[in-house]
């Protein structure tokens, strides 16, 4: 056994660790040292040719000598790992006085915004924000709403129908008052608003498109609720909607699912009731429908009419903000080309 070449190797390798030494260089000395051909592998092939009792001896030599090579290239090639990624931190070192990347952020969408600030008045209230289904059944979109099959109602607002004659996209929020008033089993008394997505079949053009957006409510009580009731509630809506300068008021209409029946009327916000062409002179700009709850949609509902009574309301977001924000075409709320949407960067919207 070559003794003599164990010691030589030790000093050798002793002496290679300088502050020179490089990855380059680190990774030569690997492959000199321990590659397949290296200068200690080449030692391990010769244990063969070792005498059996000589053997022992010879091993713990070698693998003393393997250490001391292994021990000095991991401490070097730890230092030099770690100064690499010194300088690589130090490169990359943020400048926080340099300008930044201008990132454009979104804001609301303006039918987005009027939900909410409905949604901000009725809470305070306390009436609840209550969601339904926009694939809807023929009951609770018609039937409980005292319009029956083959009622000229159904005529006027042109349902898109999925499933014969029941199953159909709703056409009016009205549905999740009748599905609320049936989970409170005429029980409960009821303050609630349903903002959603309702659907027609019209013509989409400036002022028509087949998909709206409602805000439904409905107040049930013992109470003797009346008209007097809807039209503080409404005045409260109004004021918040377009100005604490806002006057309403009630005109006599027709709906298949109150009794009495109004149109809602808010004083112009342009003209101040003077008459201009948004309100086309008339000083009125009419919001929403209204009224008593008729005491038929009560019944079918669960709610006896001799105890409980109760107002609903309902007028569409898009129509409330083409008045708020001066918009003149419906389409725009679901168009998705940036430089028409621009218009809803307002400031105002949080
Ligand atoms: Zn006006």
Redesign the pocket.
């Known amino acids: 056994m070559n003794k003599e070449r164990i010691k030589e190797l030790t000093s050798e390798i002793e002496n290679l660790w300088t502050s020179e030494l490089d990855m380059q260089k680190l990774n030569d000395l690997r492959v000199m040292y321990l590659g397949k051909n290296g200068k200690i592998t080449e030692l391990s092939k010769g244990m063969k040719d070792v005498p059996n009792e000589e053997k022992k001896e010879y091993g713990v030599l070698l693998n003393e000598l393997r250490k001391l090579f292994e021990d000095n290239y991991n401490l070097y090639n730890n230092k030099l790992l770690e100064k690499e990624l010194n300088d690589k931190l130090s490169k990359e070192k943020i400048d926080v006085t340099l300008p930044s990347t201008k990132i454009n952020v979104g804001s609301p969408n303006i039918l987005e915004h009027i939900i909410e600030e409905v949604e901000e008045v009725f809470m305070s209230m306390g009436y609840d924000v209550v969601d339904g289904p926009e694939i809807e059944e023929d009951k609770y979109n018609f039937e409980l709403l005292n319009i029956p099959k083959g009622h000229p109602a159904r005529d006027a607002q042109d349902t898109f129908y999925i499933e014969g004659n029941e199953i159909l996209l709703r056409s009016q929020t009205s549905a999740v008052q009748a599905r609320v008033m049936l989970e409170h089993e005429g029980k409960e008394p009821i303050r609630m608003i349903c903002p959603g997505r309702t659907y027609r079949r019209d013509e989409d053009d400036a002022t028509h498109s087949h998909n709206f957006t409602q805000i439904e409510g409905l107040l049930v009580d013992k109470k003797d609720i009346s008209l007097s009731d809807l039209k503080g509630t409404f005045d409260a809506l109004a004021k918040k909607l377009f100005g604490e300068d806002c006057v309403t008021r009630f005109r006599p209409s027709y709906y298949q699912f109150t009794e009495p029946s109004v149109e809602t009327d808010v004083s112009?916000f342009?003209?101040k009731?003077?008459?201009?062409p948004?309100?086309k002179n008339t000083?009125w700009l009419t919001i929403s429908g209204a009224g008593m709850v008729h005491p038929n949609v009560l019944k079918m509902c669960g709610y006896d009419p001799n105890v409980w009574k109760g107002f609903a309301f309902g007028f569409g977001a898009e129509r409330c903000a083409m008045l708020k924000y001066g918009i003149n075409d419906i389409r725009t709320f679901y168009n998705a080309d940036l430089r028409v949407v621009g218009i809803f960067d307002r400031k105002e919207a949080k």
């Not at 009731?273 to 201009?276: A, D, E, R, V, W």
């Open positions: 112009c342009a003209c009731g003077k008459g201009c948004l309100c000083g």
